[in-house]
């Protein structure tokens, strides 16, 4: 599976749209790119995925650049129950596999 | 839907008992996921399964480890005996492939041991 890089912390203002970014340069053509996120203490949540279009689901918008190096997941309107580690992580399809999870984003949702 | 549900939720034993985390996965997942999470080494896969069959052991850490799937609604993870590096909260997740396509997998609360 294709590394992905992430910045380590960002912060952002309670009610206002998180971007988060992620880099991923050396997808190939049947990797999935994934993002999970992690609220301390608690088990890790999907949130979205997708291929090489945008998503959008009730929690969040996937935004995957046209080359598909590179994509941004979008929480609209953060609230303080965002705050948590946020995991970009790239998967090929074609077999039950792990997740690899990598350093991840701490999310700090500012009051 | 009641979630993958995991137990107990806390475990604190002393080094060489026997450890039995167990898992049920959501109801119709054909797919469970063993995983470790550390402050040192982040999340890491143990082991999984498919269709109740081990697919995948290679990040098991030693013999002292062993997972079972005797059902679809059932899978435990023991440790024995128990080592203090052992401490650390172990995550079963679960997921529904009905092709060979991708598939998501959905986390339970996780079991934090403690081995003394």
């Known amino acids: 599976d294709a590394k992905t890089t992430q910045p380590p912390s960002m912060d952002c203002a309670e009610g206002r749209a998180a971007n988060l970014p992620c880099n991923h340069s050396?997808?190939?053509?049947?990797?999935?790119v994934y993002w999970y996120r992690q609220i301390h203490s608690q088990g890790p949540q999907y949130i979205i995925h997708?291929?090489?279009n945008n998503e959008t689901n009730e929690m969040a918008s996937l935004i995957i650049t046209e080359d598909r190096k590179s994509s941004t997941l979008i929480l609209p309107h953060a609230t303080l129950r965002d705050t948590a580690v946020y995991y970009c992580?790239?998967?090929?399809?074609?077999?039950?596999?792990?997740?690899?999870f990598g350093s991840g984003t701490q999310l700090t949702v500012l009051p | 839907d009641a979630g993958v549900i995991q137990s107990p939720r806390h475990e604190v034993t002393e080094m060489g008992q026997e450890v039995t985390l167990r898992c049920k996965p959501i109801?119709?997942?054909?797919?469970l996921f063993w995983y470790r999470q550390t402050m040192m080494r982040g999340l890491e896969l143990l082991i999984y399964?498919?269709?109740?069959?081990?697919?995948?052991d290679s990040g098991m850490p030693e013999d002292r480890f062993s997972a079972k799937m005797p059902n679809a609604s059932f899978s435990t993870l023991k440790i024995q005996p128990s080592e203090p590096r052992d401490s650390a909260v172990y995550f079963c997740?679960?997921?529904?492939?009905?092709?060979?396509?991708?598939?998501?997998?959905?986390f339970g609360p996780g079991t934090r041991l403690t081995v003394l």
């Open positions: 997740a679960s997921s529904f492939r009905p092709s060979a396509s991708t598939d998501t997998q959905y």
């Open positions: 109801s119709g997942h054909n797919s």
């Open positions: 399964f498919n269709n109740n069959v081990p697919i995948d």
């Open positions: 050396t997808i190939s053509g049947n990797e999935y």
């Open positions: 997708g291929l090489k």
């Open positions: 992580i790239v998967r090929a399809s074609g077999s039950a596999r792990q997740l690899t």
